[in-house]
């Protein structure tokens, strides 16, 4: 291990390096370590067990895991925690506290004294921060993620968080499910440890993380109760030791050519709108960006090939099974940059070479027989959205996809509940739904474009309508839905110029989102709006000061780039 610096490496500034040397191998041994082990190189694990966060239940036995690999291939494990973020435990939205954690994980990175690390997390915004922190730390790394939930049933039907969570919701409010039952699948939804169960966010960042090279080949869909979960652990162990021979650093991995792969991947599954928020950030750490044109370019070249919720009909354990990940990427190969390399310096050409040994076609697609024959997700431009938006078109009703109708505004999140199941509320199916101040800004950009159908109109039937937003929305939703527009409305967007009955028009052909009222009235309807005030102290100070908006991945501006 030439390049293994182990405990020495990054010494405390006591301006005496031997003895800070002799004081931490000192401490050391306090640990009960050995001699002959404190002078092996070491692997970090950086873990994020929490009482806040269910989908990293397993963490324990995970990081027993990778330690087992560590020590197996001449490593001495250290784990140590990071900020750990539950996304249904957090408030105001976890992303306000995505940038934290990656902060927290690029720092300890750093001040530690580690020779490469592993990276455990799983829930929706643990990975994205485990990657930008490790991006910008830039020490050779390895991403394990804690796997998806396996299904619970209900009356003969499979149940996966979280999509049947608000089909389930949905139906309550229709009144088509009534309290006793709504009670009774509240414990059925989410049966085991782990992610959520459909291709949501958590489970297409699992994706990204093996496709951009970050994860081992095979392992992001392994389910989180599966035996070969801690396989996979033991072997990301083994590989981190690997890497302190041959360091194969993230910038090396995370580069122009893999991003472009790891978006090709956001299409061919359908995934999360919330990826690609992630994803800009995590790339921006190595100064890398897409325009909005070349998503498009690569959603319009790159069909839907995995059938499963909220897109389709499947859920996580069925994509296991089906052959996850590698199987997609066979398909996607004459779409793919097959130099990139990935943790263990093979080129994604070579991976794929590799014969796999059985695809379900229920479930993973030819791509000459696609789900869709373009990508999942779209930008969207127009006088709405100057900036850019972002729209989930295989999870949206196509019926609606050329729609101009009259918009009913909620000003805010509090205007939104307050209003929304008012019976003398003016509105009709074929409105646009328009929920302003939810952004970056505003209030941490939540989950919140997924706006709810008007009762009225829920217990008339009426499934779906297009809404439109500068919030995000669950990758686990779906619906003909409009997010992430910017700028935001809180800092001067268009969106903050819309009133009632002013006329919207969506075009998913012409990818555009129009306010069809004159610029010049805007204009003046624009003047009169100041963003809100800032914090006075702390996190949240910082965060108002710097947040970047959502094309650039909502990271702060301080943090992305890289000092070279
Ligand atoms: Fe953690 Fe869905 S709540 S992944």
């Known amino acids: 291990m030439t390049d293994s610096k182990g405990l020495d490496n990054g010494l405390t500034n006591y301006g005496d390096r031997d003895f800070a040397r002799f004081l931490r191998r000192s401490f050391a041994r306090s640990m009960g370590i050995s001699k002959e082990l404190l002078n092996r190189p070491i692997v970090g694990i950086a873990m994020t067990p929490s009482g806040f966060n269910n989908c990293h239940r397993t963490m324990d036995e995970l990081v027993e895991a990778v330690s087992r690999g560590v020590l197996a291939a001449g490593g001495l494990p250290r784990a140590f925690p990071t900020v750990s973020l539950g996304e249904v ?326 205007d939104l509940s307050r209003r929304v199941d008012d019976p003398d509320l003016d509105v009709t199916p074929s409105d646009v739904l328009v929920l302003k101040n939810a952004g970056p800004h505003a209030a941490g950009m939540p989950e919140a474009g997924y706006l709810p159908i008007p009762k009225k109109l829920a217990r008339a039937g009426v499934k779906d309508m297009v809404r439109i937003s500068d919030a995000r929305m669950s990758g686990t939703a779906f619906g003909t839905i409009v997010l992430h527009i910017a700028p935001e409305s809180a800092i001067g967007g268009p969106l903050g110029a819309v009133r009632n009955g002013d006329r919207i028009r969506l075009s998913v052909a012409e990818k555009r989102i129009d306010l069809l009222v004159p610029a010049d009235e805007i204009g003046r309807r624009l003047a009169g709006i100041k963003p809100p005030p800032v914090p006075r102290r702390g996190y949240r100070n910082l965060y108002r000061r710097t947040v970047l908006q959502a094309p650039q991945g909502c990271d702060f501006d301080f943090l992305s780039g890289t000092d070279e």
């Not at 992303?95 to 001040?111: G, I, K, P, Q, W």
């Not at 020779?115 to 020490?139: F, H, R």
């Not at 966010?201 to 081992?216: K, R």
């Open 89 to 414: 435990f957090l408030n105001p939205t976890s992303l306000v506290y995505r940038n934290l954690m990656s902060m927290d994980t690029e720092e300890m990175l750093r001040a530690q004294p580690m020779d490469s690390v592993v990276l455990i997390g799983g829930c929706d915004k643990t990975v994205p921060a485990q990657l930008m922190g490790a991006a910008s730390a830039d020490i050779p790394a390895v991403q394990l993620v804690t796997g998806p939930m396996s299904t619970g049933r209900h009356r003969g039907q499979r149940l996966g968080a979280c999509t049947d969570c608000r089909g389930f919701w949905a139906k309550y409010r229709a009144g088509t499910v009534d309290k006793e039952e709504i009670d009774i699948v509240e414990g059925r939804l989410s049966v085991t440890a782990g992610t959520c169960a459909v291709m949501g966010t958590a489970s297409t960042m699992a994706c990204i993380a093996e496709t951009l090279g970050m994860s081992l080949p095979g392992t992001a869909a392994i389910p989180a109760v599966n035996a070969a979960r801690l396989v996979a652990a033991e072997e990301s162990g083994r590989v981190a030791v690997g890497l302190i021979g041959r360091p194969i650093r993230p910038s090396q991995i995370i580069t122009q050519k893999s991003v472009e792969n790891a978006y090709r991947m956001i299409m061919a599954l359908g995934g999360s709108t919330n990826a690609i928020v992630h994803l800009a950030a995590i790339a921006g750490r190595r100064g890398i960006s897409l325009s909005m044109e070349r998503i498009n370019e690569i959603s319009d070249e790159t069909p839907v090939l995995v059938d499963l919720k909220p897109v389709g009909e499947g859920y996580m354990e069925d994509f296991y099974a089906a052959g996850g990940v590698g199987a997609v990427l066979r398909e996607l190969r004459p779409l793919l940059h097959l130099d990139t390399i990935d943790v263990e310096g093979r080129t994604l050409g070579e991976r794929l070479d590799e014969p796999l040994d059985w695809v379900d076609r229920n479930v993973i697609k030819t791509f000459a027989d696609p789900v869709s024959k373009v990508g999942g997700l779209i930008a969207l431009h127009g006088s709405l959205a100057p900036d850019g938006a972002i729209f989930k078109r295989a999870a949206a009703t196509p019926a609606l996809f050329e729609t101009e109708g009259r918009a009913v505004v909620f000003e805010n999140l509090e």
